[in-house]
Nanobody, 122 residues
């Protein structure tokens, strides 16, 4: 099994920055076989949406709404995933979740964190 723990959320003014972290722990075998990790978010009253993903080879993808503002990265030595969020907007307010999976399509994520709140107040 793999446990994912997010941190780094908080409240930041529009235009500000935050960096989220997601630490993976658990079975070494399971962690070593993870192929894709990603960040998702869910705002109140809305469905969960994908924000960014990164695969084992370092290929990244982003939702159109965050392109040019958010950067996903990973430190394999620390088993940690990051999301650098710049130029934050009110509409970025949501609970952000870290996810990890084994699919080469970067879909059907198996493991999920508990979420961290990001608030961009008006």
């Amino acid at each position: 099994q793999v446990q994912l723990v997010e941190s780094g959320g908080g409240s930041v003014q529009p235009g500000g920055s935050l960096r989220l972290s997601c630490a993976a722990s658990g079975s070494t075998y399971s962690i070593d076989n993870l192929y894709c990790m990603g960040w998702f978010r869910q705002a109140p009253g809305k469905e969960r949406e994908g924000v960014a993903t990164i695969d084992r080879g370092g290929s990244r993808s982003y939702a159109d709404s965050v392109k040019g503002r958010f950067t996903i990265s990973q430190d394999n030595a620390k088993n940690t995933l990051y999301l650098q969020m710049n130029s934050l907007k009110l509409e970025d307010t949501a609970t952000y979740y870290c996810a990890a999976g084994y699919s080469r399509l970067c879909s059907g994520f198996t493991h999920w964190g508990q979420g961290t709140q990001v608030t961009v107040p008006s």
